[in-house]
């Protein structure tokens, strides 16, 4: 079984840092793509940031210059260092694991999401 663990959220002030991590587990053949998502309220979930199995980003554009997506040398933890935050950026971030198993099957999977809030 394949999971994913979420952690680093909470409340912080504007213009102040965050950093989320999220670590899969299990066993995988290959991981295609890890990436944060967000949903704020009324809001469709939307892309923030991915790394692909070969290190390739890719961030929206609201977050371009304020957030970065990394691995671990593993290459199985994501992190998302957030920096300046905005209201804005208020939302539930997820993370999100792409695989391919040993068949060439793929998969994905979410994290159970976790909570940022940027306010004064």
């Known amino acids: 079984q394949v999971q994913l663990v979420e952690s680093g959220g909470g409340l912080v002030q504007p213009g102040g840092s965050l950093r989320l991590s999220c670590a899969a587990s299990?066993?995988?053949?290959?991981?295609?793509?890890m990436a944060w998502y967000r949903q704020a309220p009324g809001k469709e979930r939307e892309l923030v940031a991915l790394?692909?199995?070969?290190?390739?980003?890719n961030y929206a554009d609201s977050v371009k210059g304020r957030f970065t997506i990394s691995r671990d040398n593993a290459k199985t933890t994501a992190n998302l260092q957030m920096n300046s935050l905005k209201p804005e950026d208020t939302a539930v971030y997820y993370c999100?694991?792409?695989?391919?198993?040993?068949?060439?099957?793929?998969?994905?999977?979410w994290g159970q999401g976790t909570q940022v809030t940027v306010s004064s």
């Open positions: 999100y694991l792409g695989i391919r198993d040993m068949w060439s099957n793929e998969h994905e999977y």
């Open positions: 299990g066993t995988f053949f290959r991981i295609n793509a």
């Open positions: 790394i692909t199995g070969g290190g390739s980003t």
